[in-house]
T-cell receptor, first 114, second 111 residues
């Protein structure tokens, strides 16, 4: 399967711990997006990379959140000092840079902060 | 007011019924996406359109740019169509390349 893959799929962590999620986009896709989705809501944009450059960040991405895409391939999203309000599904998506191209989503990483 | 509004929020139908889900948006867009999300989270892109109409199997998506409105139709609905259907737009202003999502329509098709 050469779709967008995310790891781990589920994570339960105690408040105050750090967590890291990984996203492997479709191999030729140069754009990578992170979204957050809470129960009953549509996803909300967090951040976007074109190759290794982080071009946009949402106000939702507080200073406890950091995302990287060091070699322009896989990306990591780290949440430091997790809070219960961080509990959500973190979705990764990728696409080609032509704006007419479809965005492909991963299965998401569920985070529960207890 | 959300920039993308979907209706209805919840929809229950009998197998075989024709289903319509509506999406209205209030901003200029470069494209509109219809997405399907199954329990467990995975999102599948159904359509991306910027004008007119697209058809794939039993699914039809239409968009009216002037009215800022799109519809997703499912013909001959089946229980396996049960999912959350999400409308999302690519906003054309500024440098925004992210999608802005509606809150989704939960569809349940009963056998």
């Amino acid at each position: 399967d050469t779709g967008v893959s995310q790891d781990p799929r589920h994570k339960i962590t105690k408040r105050g711990q750090n967590v890291t999620f990984r996203c492997d986009p479709i191999s030729e896709h140069n754009r990578l997006y992170w979204y957050r989705q809470t129960l009953g809501q549509g996803p909300e944009f967090l951040t976007y990379f074109q190759n290794e450059a982080q071009l946009e960040k949402s106000r939702l991405l507080s200073d406890r959140f950091s995302a990287e895409r060091p070699k322009g391939s896989f990306s990591t999203l780290e949440i430091q000092r997790t809070e219960q309000g961080d509990s959500a599904m973190y979705l990764c998506a990728s696409s080609l840079s032509n704006s007419g191209n479809t965005i492909y989503f991963g299965e998401g990483s569920w985070l529960t902060v207890v | 007011k959300n920039e993308v509004e979907q209706s209805p929020q919840n929809l229950t139908a009998q197998e075989g019924e024709f289903i319509t889900i509506n999406c209205s948006y209030s901003v200029g867009i470069s494209a509109l996406h219809w997405l399907q999300q199954h329990p467990g989270g995975g999102i599948v892109s159904l359509f991306m359109l910027s004008s007119g109409k697209k058809k794939h199997g039993r699914l039809i998506a239409t968009i009216n740019i002037q009215e800022k409105h799109s519809s997703l139709h499912i013909t001959a609905s089946h229980p396996r169509d049960s999912a959350v259907y999400i409308c999302a737009v690519s906003i054309s202003s500024g440098s925004a390349r992210q999608l802005t999502f509606g809150s989704g329509t939960q569809l349940t098709v009963l056998p």
